[in-house]
């Protein structure tokens, strides 16, 4: 290039120029990943949180029960009571109750030559997220065609029916839920109900919800034995 | 002629530049406050964060030393082993022990990688992970420290964060889910790898299952039942 002195000066200067201007540009785009870190901040901060939360609940029930012990009170008593309330919560327990009876059914007019029949039944997913959206609207107990819901209860599809609890399940399945209706309702409403209401509406599929005036009943689950898992002891570990 | 030229090009090359710097000092300065003011906030959060792990860690060890107090109590006290069994079968199975044993760990990675379309997990995805363990015999499951009991709901709040036992999950280090389950280890992992892990690899995500002696930790949540005599 034929330039003369003066602009070939000029050109390095706007170039050193430039350059200082794109890195301060890149840097300025780079700042947002700061509040991403925030935000998993914040998560750990809620986890530990209701964990703290926890133990300190578990605190005082155990400094409870300890005075107790220490008062002299019967032993078996305490430890009674502590049986009732675990029973309750693993849900060996009929609980009774206002709730909600969902009704769910294969659409009546399938048709089997239909290469898409899968459309016009109930599957497994979909008792499986009813079932998960009734338990974050506050749910005391669910039963699935009077099978209860418990730490360990599958709803697995094998084929021609569906195995919930181990036991085989054929349509129409009724899950019923206690809990608070209002809660129930609304949870429904926000997550999965509408899209049901679809496939309701162009496959026939049976969709009815029905807020009984009589309470609802769920059935106690059976205990089951433990073959694998054996609860960790505080004391042992020191 | 030529020189006049140049000079008005030159002049409009460094008007231009000028405007530019201009503009960009001031969106630095803008910059700069928001990194400021950001900064300022994370220190907070972080100051809030180890308060609350110095605080939970002084809970578990008063957690633990009044646990030893009460079983010697108990011990002494001569609560019948039968009753005190049937109490650790219940308390295994609404959640509230933690619990080790043979089992399983699950890790999936569904963050973005090069060359490689990746799906991120979803909620659906999740449910039906731990339904498959539930099918495949597990006596217990955690899901990124969360232990998964009757009553646990996995949802989405927002469009990434998912509760579980409405505590998000989101990990700030490692593989983003890791899944813990006791129970016949052969019988979970056939059915895991079986049902769902060939879904998931298909999807982008790296998905990893070792067999190993597991912990799981308690639930940490209320119970929904209520007490029927209670008030």
Known sequence: MNLPKQGKVMLTVAGLILGFLFISLIRSAD???????????????????????????????????????????????????????????????????????????????????????????????????????????????????????????????????????????????????????????????????????????????VRTLEIPTEPIVIPAGKPYQFRHAEPVKEAAKT | MRKVKLSIAIAFVALVLGFLITLQMQTQKNVDELERIQAQRAASISNFLAEAQKENEELKAQHQALTVQLEEARAQSGTSPALQAELDLYRMMDGTVAVQGPGIVITIDDRAQEHKLVLPLSDENLLSIINTLRWAGAEAISVNGQRIVASTAVVLSGTSTKLVNQVPITRTEGVPYEILAIGDQDQLLNYFNTIEGTSLKQMGMTVNVTRKTVQIPSYKGTSPVKDPNAQ
């Not at chain 1, 935000?39 to 107790?68: F, M, P, W, Y």
């Not at chain 1, 769910?104 to 499986?128: A, F, K, Q, T």
């Not at chain 1, 608070?180 to 899209?195: I, M």
């Open chain 1, 31 to 205: 700042t947002d990943s700061t509040t991403t870190r925030t935000d998993t901040t914040v998560a750990s901060l809620i986890q530990i949180g209701q964990e703290n939360d926890q133990l300190r609940q578990d605190i005082v029930q155990l400094q409870e029960e300890l005075a107790k012990f220490q008062e002299g009170q019967n032993a078996s008593k305490v430890v009674l009571e502590q049986l009732e309330k675990a029973k309750r919560n693993a849900g060996l327990t009929k609980v009774t109750g206002p709730g909600v009876r969902i009704t769910l059914d294969d659409s009546p007019d399938r048709d089997i030559e239909d290469e898409d029949i899968g459309l016009y039944v109930i599957h497994e997913e979909y008792i499986r997220r009813i079932v998960n959206i009734l338990w974050h609207g506050g749910a005391e107990a669910i039963a699935v065609n009077g099978q209860r819901i418990m730490a360990n209860t599958e709803i697995y599809c094998s084929g021609a029916f569906i195995q919930i609890g181990q036991t085989r399940q054929m349509p129409p399945y009724v899950i019923e839920a206690v809990g608070d209706v209002s809660y129930l309702q609304s949870a429904l409403n926000f997550y999965f109900w509408d899209r049901l209401g679809e496939y309701q509406k162009q496959y026939g599929i």
